[in-house]
């Protein structure tokens, strides 16, 4: 009976040594997607934040184009005040592609150094932010991954674990992806 206890003591231990291990490694991979999560949102508030500059930049060589910069600072307010898998931010994109089409239109403007200056700022957010999407979903992976795997799966829901999301693509981005870019000179 001695020994039974001792064994059954050992087995108990074992098997909540290995649950706080798996507990622990979980919660750190669960961390990471979090912050992959917060890491679009500083890209998505600082292309935001950006936006005004923007509008500004261009008001003064395109002012007589109300309706689209009318048009940038609409889109602009909905994405901020949405969630960001919904449409508003592709809607903000759109906008801010007509935006930056002005530059074509307007020379003066094409050559401003603020315009210029504005739009590589834009651009180096663009690619922050879809990098910051690519950390995102290698987060998601290695969670799920971990979670999914034996003998973690036996205690991940029982210990409030549920399988993460990949940034997805919203409705309104699916049918601009896919398609190829038309160029024109």
């Given amino acids: 009976m001695d020994i039974m206890f001792w064994v059954m003591l050992s087995v108990a231990v074992a098997v909540a040594v290995v649950v706080i291990g798996i507990y622990n490694n979980l919660v750190g991979l669960r961390q990471s997607v979090r912050q992959g999560i917060g890491d679009i949102d500083a890209q ?7 936006i005004p500059n923007l509008v500004e930049a261009v008001k003064g060589y395109a002012g ?3 309706s689209t910069l009318e048009a940038v600072i609409a889109a ?3 994405a901020a005040n949405s ?3 919904s449409g508003s931010e592709q809607k903000l994109r759109v906008a ?3 935006l930056l089409a002005l530059g074509e239109a307007y020379p003066d403007l094409k050559a401003s150094a ?3 200056s504005l739009q590589a700022e ?3 957010v663009e690619d922050k932010l879809a990098a910051a999407r690519r950390a995102l979903n290698a987060a998601v992976a290695r969670f799920n991954s971990a979670r999914e795997s034996f003998p973690a799966v036996l205690f991940a829901g029982a210990l409030g674990f549920a ?3 990949f940034h997805r693509l919203d409705d309104s981005e699916q049918g601009s992806v896919d398609q190829v870019p038309r160029v024109s000179f």
Avoid at 44 to 49: G, I, K, S, T
């Fill in 44 to 50: 998505l508030r600082q292309r935001h934040d950006l």
């Fill in 64 to 66: 007589h184009e109300a």
């Fill in 76 to 78: 602009r307010n909905a």
């Fill in 83 to 85: 969630e960001p898998s």
């Fill in 96 to 98: 801010l592609d007509n």
């Fill in 114 to 116: 603020n315009f210029q």
């Fill in 122 to 124: 834009l651009g180096d």
């Fill in 163 to 165: 399988e993460a999301d």
